[in-house]
């Protein structure tokens, strides 16, 4: 995988439920749709759903987590997680949404 991967800055304008990322990873390319975007000590980050022909997520509990930015051109763009305590931090955030989602459907 690239360290970066950009995005059409007219993707992030439609419908976030109707947004998809494509990653190139080693010797794939996988359709993702995203999940959520959320801040962690000022910088932010976008959670991306593998999903398949019809939409669906492709396996259960699969997920990738990049840091989300704007290029100097006001593009969309993702950056690897340099560090094992910053990948903590952004984990430990993510598992907040989760239950915070969970909450909202009770």
Same mark, same amino acid.
């Given at each position: 995988?690239s360290?970066q *991967?950009?995005?059409t800055?007219?993707?992030?304008?439609?419908?976030?439920d109707d947004?998809?990322? %494509? =990653?190139? =990873? #080693? #010797?794939?390319? =996988?359709?993702?749709?995203i999940? %959520?975007?959320?801040d962690?000590?000022?910088?932010d980050?976008?959670v991306?759903?593998p999903v398949?022909? *019809?939409d669906?997520?492709r396996?259960e509990? +699969?997920?990738?987590?990049?840091?989300?930015?704007? !290029?100097?051109?006001? *593009?969309p763009? =993702?950056?690897n997680?340099?560090?094992? !305590?910053?990948?903590?931090?952004v984990? !430990?955030?993510?598992? +907040?949404?989760l239950?915070e989602?969970?909450?909202?459907?009770l």
């Amino acid at each position: 995988m690239s360290d970066q *991967n950009n995005l059409t800055s007219d993707e992030l304008l439609d419908d976030p439920d109707d947004i998809r990322v %494509t =990653l190139e =990873l #080693d #010797d794939e390319e =996988l359709e993702c749709a995203i999940l %959520t975007i959320f801040d962690v000590d000022d910088q932010d980050y976008i959670v991306l759903v593998p999903v398949d022909e *019809n939409d669906e997520p492709r396996q259960e509990g +699969e997920v990738f987590i990049y840091r989300y930015f704007e !290029d100097e051109n006001g *593009n969309p763009a =993702l950056d690897n997680i340099a560090s094992d !305590d910053e990948m903590e931090k952004v984990s !430990d955030r993510f598992d +907040e949404w989760l239950d915070e989602q969970e909450f909202e459907e009770l």
